[in-house]
């Protein structure tokens, strides 16, 4: 599968894409936006990227590789081929032709674009390929840069959650939920 945007392309995982996953999934700075609790060992990450060969009609789930197609910088040689995030599809539901979406990249490779890139081609795909009518998301109200990126990337505020999220501080944090008609 090959899901281009302009600077990145979105590719079904490989076994190669492990090493890389194992240290996103266990970002804790990344854990409140996943809703995850716990670390990840190799093992689980290894059945999930082997259950992507399942169809998402299957599943309801769908996760993504985002590689560049031009190396991001003189200390590699060549990203091509590395995935640098990932796009997932979650909660699809063919019956009402939407899904959940959501975006991580790895820390180095932040505020270089990859997101929006990635984003616009998980749309197209989700647009032409599934023809889903809407994607949803939520994010959390402090978390800046995914507001950011889904606000121009023309998803619309639908609602919020008022103290919907726990920080590790005790803090409670609202969380915004987003949705974008395909299409429009």
């Not at 501080?169 to 969380?175: H, P, S, T, V, Y």
Request: glycine share 8%; net charge negative; hydrophobic share 45%.
């Amino acid at each position: 599968m090959n899901i281009g945007g302009s600077i990145c392309r979105l590719r079904a995982l490989e076994p190669r894409d492990l090493d890389a996953m194992y240290e996103w999934e266990n970002d804790t700075e990344a854990w409140r936006a996943s809703g995850t609790a716990a670390p990840f060992s190799r093992h689980v990450l290894s059945r999930l990227i082997d259950e992507q060969r399942f169809d998402i009609y299957a599943t309801r789930q769908l996760r993504l590789a985002i590689e560049p197609v031009a190396p991001i910088g003189p200390d590699s040689a060549d990203r091509r081929g590395t995935a640098v995030g990932a796009v997932d599809l979650f909660e699809f539901d063919p019956q009402n032709l939407r899904a959940g979406v959501g975006i991580i990249v790895a820390s180095p490779c932040r505020r270089r674009g990859f997101a929006a890139d990635a984003l616009a081609a998980a749309e197209r795909y989700a647009r032409e390929t599934l023809h889903l009518h809407q994607l949803w998301c939520s994010v959390a109200a402090d978390n800046a840069a995914s507001l950011r990126l889904f606000e121009k990337a023309g998803y619309l505020h639908c609602g919020r959650r008022r103290d919907w999220l726990l920080a590790a501080d005790g803090q409670r944090i609202d969380e915004i939920l987003f949705q974008k008609i395909l299409g429009e």
